[in-house]
């Protein structure tokens, strides 16, 4: 099983700017800002601290997910 970044032509692509009007990010869109093609990196980055994020329990499909601080992804942009 691979956990490679599948960019869809309805994925609009975010900005630097956009990170200021955003609550959380999701682990693909955390990946498509850092230009990280594995998001298993992004799962090593959360869990060493270099990006905030707490888990959450989707609603509807009873799994859990994780909810990036935008923040701390535009710390690691700029």
Same mark, same amino acid.
């Given at each position: ?5 599948? =960019?869809? /032509? ?10 200021? %009007?955003?609550?959380?990010? #999701? ?14 990196? =992004?799962? /090593? ?10 888990? %959450?329990?989707?609603?509807? #499909? ?14 690691? =942009?700029?």
């Amino acid at each position: 099983m691979t956990t490679a970044v599948h =960019v869809t /032509d309805t994925t609009r692509q975010l900005t630097v700017e956009d990170l200021d %009007r955003r609550i959380s990010l #999701s682990v693909t869109e955390t990946a498509l800002l850092l230009g990280i093609r594995n998001r298993k990196t =992004v799962y /090593d980055m959360i869990a060493c601290g270099d990006i905030k994020a707490r888990k %959450r329990m989707s609603k509807r #499909s009873r799994r859990s997910q994780w909810m990036i601080n935008p923040q701390s992804v535009k710390a690691l =942009v700029q």
